[in-house]
């Protein structure tokens, strides 16, 4: 929120209502702080949206097992992230909820609207959403889509419905503060074409890549577990994010020691070719990455276990720079950084998602296999961007692969952790502690 409340024109979000409010409150503060006008800075609301002629209708979507959680899990779910479900008069009523808290315009996304149609925009007089639009865009649809965590088919735009699109801020709008929802705002692509390739092998990782595409944006969301419960199988672990290139590796994670204790937060660079650490934030000295805030060095910020924790790593290609965000969903903290310039013309063929049991991407660690098969996290909302524009989970029509912590990081070796298969329409996996 910090870079919002200084060079924003709009912060996008997608959460409920009190949360919508509660981030307000706090943006205004923020912007308060930097010496500016809170009203200057405009709040919206991308809402998913799926209209439905009766409440029994909706309850049966609800119940479908494709959306791998249960009837009150995704109702709780709809709730919390604001989405545009139910009946016409349900959603007018949730619509005139975001109004009543300062919300000023809703970037909608119709759950099951064709490439085709204009299924999406900034609609700036939020008073004016026409539902009758809405739907019937949503019930055109040659490729009807499930629904929540669905294969929305129409691509992201933040064009105002009906006019050409404006100039974007001097800043990333859409990538500013709220990276905590960004996967399930953002239209997945379908996965027809989707392809598995052959698995990889690493020393400490496990957890999925994608190759196939060039990545300009990786996502995915964890309830960070409580560590201290796997201290007989490993000392310390982590949650990350990849952006990899032919010559270099980006890495955003928490990690935390099997110690009862918080999760630290740290971005990090790293040399493919030598594996030597160009900089991290919670490096000293030379290794410092350039213009790290204090608030990842000071140990002000951590995250507790329980927490729904988002990491997302964003390659801005026009200016060259790398943008990492941390964001706490369960306590609304945030961490930016984008201090680190790689410079333009980077080419990051593989984005990676996945557990992390030692320094750096090469490194080893000491391993005792449980008795049976041990569940220590669940990846969700994993979301990729390519620099065409595509944007979907792992399963599209790049290739996704197995990564598998093996003894020896090579296929020869003993698998030590592996991720389960993907599911809720390839943007969820679980990683298990192998016996």
Not at 375 to 382: E, I, P, Y
Request: hydrophobic fraction near 40%; aromatic fraction near 12%.
């Amino acid at each position: 929120m910090p870079a919002a409340a200084t060079f924003a024109d709009i912060v996008n979000w997608q959460v409920g209502v009190s949360e919508l409010a509660r981030k307000s409150r706090t943006l205004a503060e923020q912007c308060e702080s930097a010496g500016r006008d809170p009203a200057s800075l405009r709040r919206t609301h991308a809402p998913n949206f799926q209209l439905f002629e009766s409440e029994r209708e909706f309850a049966r979507w609800r119940q479908d097992e494709q959306r791998g959680r249960s009837f009150e899990e995704v109702y709780a779910y709809i709730r919390n992230r604001g989405g545009l479900y139910g009946t016409e008069s349900a959603i007018e009523e949730t619509i005139e909820e975001f109004i009543d808290v300062g919300c000023a315009g809703f970037m909608v996304f119709c759950n099951s609207a064709p490439r085709c149609l204009p299924a999406y925009g900034l609609v700036t007089d939020p008073e004016r959403l026409e539902l009758s639009r809405l739907r019937a865009t949503s019930r055109q649809s040659p490729c009807p889509c499930p629904g929540l965590y669905g294969l929305a088919c129409s691509p992201v735009g933040w064009a105002p419905v009906g006019r050409r699109p404006p100039m974007r801020s001097r800043v990333i709008v859409a990538l500013v503060s709220a990276l905590g929802s960004l996967g399930v705002v953002l239209a997945l692509a379908a996965p027809a074409a989707a392809a598995t390739g052959p698995a990889f092998y690493s020393p400490e990782q496990a957890g999925y890549v994608a190759t196939g595409a060039n990545f300009q944006y990786v996502q995915s969301t964890v309830r960070l577990p409580d560590a201290s419960a796997f201290a007989s199988e490993v000392a310390g672990f982590g949650v990350s994010v990849h952006l990899r290139t032919p010559y270099r590796v980006v890495v955003l994670g928490v990690s935390n020691s099997t110690t009862a204790g918080n999760y630290n937060a740290a971005a990090a660079v790293f040399n493919k070719t030598t594996h030597a650490l160009i900089c991290s934030t919670a490096a000293s000295g030379a290794q410092l990455c350039p213009h790290v805030g204090t608030r990842w060095t000071d140990g002000s910020v951590s995250f507790a276990p329980g927490d729904l924790v988002t990491l997302a790593i964003a390659y801005d290609r026009a200016a060259g720079v790398d943008h990492f965000y941390v964001d706490d969903d369960t306590t609304g903290v945030e961490l930016f950084y984008s201090g680190y310039a790689p410079g333009t013309g980077q080419t990051y063929n593989q984005a990676r998602v996945g557990a992390e049991f030692a320094a750096g991407p090469w490194g080893s660690f000491t391993y005792n296999a449980p008795a049976t098969e041990t569940h220590l996290v669940t990846f969700q909302d994993s979301f990729l961007v390519t620099y065409s524009g595509s944007q979907s989970s792992f399963s599209s029509w790049w290739s996704h692969h197995k990564i598998l912590a093996t003894s020896n990081g090579t296929s020869t070796g003993t698998v030590e952790v592996r991720p389960h298969n993907l599911f809720n329409f390839g943007a969820n996996f679980g990683v298990y502690l192998e016996p």
